[in-house]
């Protein structure tokens, strides 16, 4: 079975548990983490051994996001990893306003991305 490749755009408090969750699971890679704090992104990376990147880095490097950022950014950084062709999963709320839930699922289904 070919493992899903999973980033995690946020290193915080959720967003290291996902990190854990992926690099545990044997039918998941994990790509690596997006985190604009470089100590929190370092961290992270060396806990987790996995690649620091940013966000226009992971096209063709993963699969499919989790978006664990501050929930005022969730439909920006949702939307571009939709647009990026990656498949998002978004921590909830799903956004900040009705508005920019609107624009994230208009997006995945104008990309075919779940």
């Known amino acids: ?12 408090e959720f967003g290291r ?7 545990e699971s044997p039918r998941a890679e994990l790509a690596g983490v997006v985190e604009t704090d470089p100590s929190r992104a370092g961290a992270a990376a060396e806990r987790f051994r996995c690649p620091v990147l940013e966000l226009a880095d992971l096209a063709g490097r993963a699969d499919a996001a989790i978006v664990a950022v501050p929930t005022s950014a969730h439909a920006e950084v949702g939307c571009a990893l939709l647009e990026a062709g990656l498949d998002v999963l978004v921590e909830k709320p799903i956004a900040s306003d009705l508005a920019s839930a609107r624009r994230l699922a208009d997006t995945a289904r104008e990309r075919g991305r779940i």
């Not at 079975?1 to 915080?12: D, F, H, P, S, T």
């Not at 548990?17 to 992926?22: E, K, M, T, Y």
């Open 17 to 23: 548990n996902h990190l854990r969750v992926i690099a």
């Open 1 to 12: 079975m070919e493992k899903l490749r999973i980033a995690v755009v946020g290193a915080g």
